[in-house]
């Protein structure tokens, strides 16, 4: 039991988390020294970096065909739209899911679904709001796409937001990821992009809370229509 309760609470840390966390908490030392209350704000503040950069483990659903949430966050857009052209994924627009992370959500990225990356493209750019639609043309990204083994390409682009300032991609050219593996993170708030093959309807909603490699968005192996929500 007591064990149980420690995993809910200690959770495991992305290796770009640890420097922070000493900064923050050699700030918290300081703060303490100067005057009291100001360091149980570092405490807070400290509590917050190192939840920021958790990295959990997921449960990643296997069948074959799902595509799944490649962040934590919220559905913010979903509409069609031109893959980024550094990516020479053809001009056709396709359904664009974006996931929108606040400061509060986990922050690490993985794949939508398994595959070769077929090619990495990073574009500097603007630190908008990431939630706004023009966010996806001027921000700072990070474009993938994914081939999949049947040769149907899928884009997913990290977009840097409104405090966001490092773009983390860990993966290369060439390299095969599965469905939910680890490709990267932003920090910090920010913006990840999934393009949809042609012909596939989402089964997520806008406002949507997503759960990243866990949250399936959509199923390329049926075919249906678009899928509703309502808030209740």
Known sequence: MAADMLSTVIKPIHKEGY?????????????????????????????????????????????????????????????????????????????????FMNVFNCHVNRAPIGGKIAKIAYRPGKFLNASLDKASADNERNS????????????VVQIAGLVARRILCEVKEGQALATGERFGMIRFGSRVDVYLPEGVEPMVALGQTMISAETVIADLSIAEPRRLAEVR
């Open 144 to 155: 993938l796409a994914i081939e999949m083994p049947d040769g149907r390409k899928i884009a």
């Open 19 to 99: 420097k922070f966390i000493g900064i923050f908490a050699a700030v918290t030392v300081l703060l303490f020294l100067l005057w009291q209350p100001l360091g149980w704000i570092g405490v807070v503040l400290t509590v917050w970096c190192y939840y920021f950069f958790r990295d959990p483990d997921r449960q990643t659903p296997i069948r074959d065909g799902l595509l799944v949430s490649p962040a934590d966050g919220v559905i913010s857009l979903i509409e069609p739209a031109v893959p980024p052209a550094e990516l020479e994924m053809g001009e056709q627009a396709l359904t664009r899911v974006s996931v």
